[in-house]
């Protein structure tokens, strides 16, 4: 008889971007629209505003963040 070994188990690479937006509820509205993708997860604010959304397209998991000016790191320092 052979031993479970878990670390010998067969594991299926993944990625599962998070996007920052600045409009929540308008970018999973997008989404569900545009591509069909279904929400899985959200948190909301005390004002009901989506802050965090998970969503798939199949099986393709995906995040939406929301914050107040989508960051540009690259951006930083450089002028224009």
Do not use: N
Request: glycine share 10%.
């Amino acid at each position: 008889m052979t031993e479970h070994d878990p670390a010998r188990e067969l594991v299926e690479p993944s990625i599962a971007p998070w996007l920052s937006v600045a409009d929540g509820p308008g970018a999973v509205d997008y989404y569900t629209a545009a591509f069909g993708a279904v929400e899985r997860y959200r948190l909301e604010d005390d004002t009901g505003r989506v802050v965090v959304a998970q969503l798939a397209i199949g099986q393709a998991d995906f995040g939406c963040k929301r914050t107040p000016t989508p960051a540009r790191p690259w951006a930083e320092g450089r002028s224009g």
